[in-house]
């Protein structure tokens, strides 16, 4: 697990870095799976807004979520109208 914190005093570098970030974890992920060692799990209160956590469940762990949203959300009220956060 890894979390990788950033800070710049220039707005105007807010790609570049965000670019340098996420070609970081995809040079880890890269090494670990030549390695056979990784794993799809990503830890959600670490996640980049480009990372895609929820999947690392494992599909039948998702369906079970999506099943529950459906069921007690049937308006998807946390799916669509809720800012921020990963969705289902």
Do not use: C, R
Not at 54 to 80: M, R
């Amino acid at each position: 697990m890894a979390l990788i914190s950033a800070s710049w005093p220039n707005p105007s570098d807010e790609k570049a870095v965000t670019e340098a970030v996420i070609g970081a974890f995809a040079k880890a992920n890269s090494f670990a799976e030549k390695k056979g060692t990784l794993n799809s799990y990503e830890y959600l209160n670490y996640a980049h807004k480009t990372q895609t956590p929820i999947t690392g469940y494992g599909a039948e762990n998702v369906a079970k979520l999506k099943a529950a949203s459906q069921k007690y959300d049937p308006l998807q009220v946390f799916q669509k109208s809720v800012p921020g956060g990963f969705k289902l």
